[in-house]
């Protein structure tokens, strides 16, 4: 079975819009990583998140992550059509994906 | 550009046959995964290698098997294919450490006739 498994499995906005997505995951955790996924390429890392850590930013992308509920959310702020794609959430011990969710953005 | 490079790009080949996949990862990585991502099931982890040893198994068929060898590269060996196994097969890559950052390869998309 996945570890990670992502809500919403596809998500429609308009640019400019603000786009979260939620991560969850099974068993404890060192870290969990985000990773992104253009149409039939490889997927890129992100970010990484901590299991001690709470929140974390980079650009405009924000991760928080609640080990109690062994959840995660990516927030995409002010969106771009260059952020359509899918993303993926796995944990580091072992690096299982979900199905990911499919974002749109329209210009 | 990942540093992770795989080979062929793409390959189309009839049921029933075997076929290898290859893939060089990072310079000074240890640890090699293999994903296969279908329409519809998504990404798959298939198996992991770490220097030489098999390390993690996922959900990889009997007809399926990988081996890394002494120079890090690693291949993906799919025999008696299906019509079902057509997908894009990704290899990834990550260092020593327990923050493991996985660097993914193109892709080798297997077309199955």
């Known amino acids: 079975s996945q570890q990670g498994e992502e809500d919403p499995q596809a998500l429609s906005i308009q640019e400019g819009e603000n786009a979260t997505m939620n991560c969850s995951y099974k068993?404890?955790?060192?870290?969990l990583q985000w990773y992104r996924q253009n149409s039939g390429r490889g997927l890129v890392h992100l970010i990484l998140?901590?299991?001690?850590?709470r929140e974390k930013h980079s650009g405009r992308l924000r991760v928080t992550l609640d080990t109690s509920k062994k959840s995660s959310s990516l927030l995409i702020t002010a969106s771009r059509a260059a952020d359509t794609a899918s993303y993926f959430c796995a944990s580091d011990n072992d690096m299982r994906f979900g199905a990911g969710t499919r974002l749109t953005v329209k210009p | 550009d990942s540093g992770v490079t795989q080979t062929p790009k793409h390959l189309i080949t009839a049921t029933g046959q075997r076929v290898t996949l290859r893939c060089s990862p990072r310079?000074?990585?240890?640890?090699v995964y293999w994903y296969q991502q279908s329409l519809d099931q998504g990404l798959q982890f298939l198996i992991q290698?770490?220097?030489?040893?098999?390390?993690a198994k996922g959900n990889i068929l009997e007809r399926f098997s990988a081996q890394q060898f002494p120079d890090l590269h690693s291949e993906l060996n799919l025999s008696s294919l299906e019509l079902g196994d057509s997908a894009l097969y990704f290899c990834?890559?990550?260092?020593?450490?327990?923050?493991?950052?996985?660097?993914f390869g193109p892709g080798t998309r297997l077309t199955v006739l």
């Open positions: 990834a890559s990550s260092s020593v450490g327990i923050y493991n950052e996985q660097f």
């Open positions: 310079s000074g990585d240890l640890s």
């Open positions: 998140i901590r299991s001690n850590e």
């Open positions: 290698y770490y220097n030489g040893e098999e390390r």
């Open positions: 068993t404890s955790i060192n870290n």
